[in-house]
């Protein structure tokens, strides 16, 4: 799940949200699905991908190896609304 974000200088893809089945886990469909959808919103015109990832080893594995990295200078900010 996600959608395009058009900037002054590129459009960039989103994803908000990935989820392979449990029982289906480390059977590589996760990364299919990434370089599936890498492929389509390239054909798309989307020139970056963005997303906000668990902060754990698994994780981090897994978008890596997919050529993703930390984007150092980005904080996840909140506030909660009692
Ligand atoms: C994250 C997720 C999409 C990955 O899907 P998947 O189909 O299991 O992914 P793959 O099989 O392609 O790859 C998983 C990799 O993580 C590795 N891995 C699994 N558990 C791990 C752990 N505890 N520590 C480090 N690596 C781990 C696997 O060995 C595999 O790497 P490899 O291909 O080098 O062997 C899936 O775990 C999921 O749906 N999780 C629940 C929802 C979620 O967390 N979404 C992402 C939110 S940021």
Not at 19 to 27: E, L, R, S
Not at 34 to 49: P, R
């Amino acid at each position: 799940m996600g959608y395009y974000k058009e900037f002054d200088d590129l459009m960039a893809f989103f994803i908000e949200e990935i989820v392979i089945f449990a029982d289906c886990h480390n059977k590589g469909y996760g990364s299919e699905l990434m370089t599936t959808l890498q492929n389509e919103v390239t054909a798309n015109g989307a020139e970056h991908i963005e997303l906000i990832s668990v902060n754990d080893l698994h994780h981090m594995h897994f978008y890596e190896k997919l050529g993703y990295y930390k984007a150092n200078n980005l904080i996840m900010m909140g506030k909660h609304l009692s």
